[in-house]
């Protein structure tokens, strides 16, 4: 995978919380809002998390794949069909430096606003996308285990106070194509990466690894 991608590991892994109190009478840290369930995995910073991928009913569905800074689902994923640029060094958006910005552009902006993010967008309220330091705290105040659940590879991911969830391996989308569903997992994170304007954080694991790592914008990945 890392020969298409061209990334460089990091840190951690995750997908979609919210942060809201506009939600349903919590039963077992599990609650609903805009009705869509939530976990309470016992995180120090009171996160919930989604229990279904952002256009998934279950679980064990692997959902919508969106580009970065996209959010409805389409048949190609590619440069030419990129939102806010043709190409790295054509940016219209989520730009600091010039170089990359198409005509010079810049905007300074390192996460994405509310109507880019594909989780806000499709399912409102409070829910968002989220950023590298969230998932930071995912990775490591979790117990994470590769395990097949409903015939789906993924993660269980275990919280402080024995709540969890499960990632399914959902793989991703480049071209037309889908590629490495049921081995590896490529979950949007809401943070551009600092140094180079066109790539930006993403969650990723397969069976022995769990790690954050950074590529293009274009692709189609999964949101939590």
Request: hydrophobic content about 30%; overall charge negative; some cysteine.
């Amino acid at each position: 995978m890392k020969r298409i991608l061209t990334i460089i590991a990091v840190v951690a892994i995750g997908l979609v919380f919210f942060t809201s109190c506009e939600s349903s009478i919590e039963e077992n840290g599990v609650g609903k809002h805009e009705g869509h369930e939530y976990v309470d995995l016992g995180l120090p910073s009171g996160l919930k998390w989604a229990t279904c991928n952002v256009g998934a009913t279950t679980p064990e569905e692997y959902g919508d794949y969106f580009a970065w800074g996209e959010v409805e689902p389409k048949e190609t994923y590619n440069w030419s069909t990129y939102k806010y640029g043709t190409d790295y060094d054509q940016l219209t958006k989520y730009c600091s430096d010039s170089y990359y910005g198409k005509d010079d552009f810049t905007d300074n902006k390192t996460l994405l606003d509310p109507e880019d993010d594909a989780a806000t967008a499709n399912w409102g309220g409070a829910w968002r996308m989220p950023t590298k330091e969230e998932q930071d705290e995912l990775i490591n105040n979790c117990t994470w285990t590769w395990t097949t659940q409903s015939g789906v590879n993924g993660y269980k991911v275990v919280g402080p106070n024995g709540n969890s969830i499960f990632l399914p391996a959902a793989g991703y989308r480049n071209g037309t194509s889908l590629n490495d569903e049921g081995s590896f997992g490529f979950y949007w994170l809401s943070s551009l990466f600092p140094r180079l304007s066109y790539y930006v954080y993403y969650a990723y694991f397969y069976s022995n690894s769990v790690s954050e790592e950074f590529s293009y914008r274009y692709y189609g990945f999964t949101v939590r």
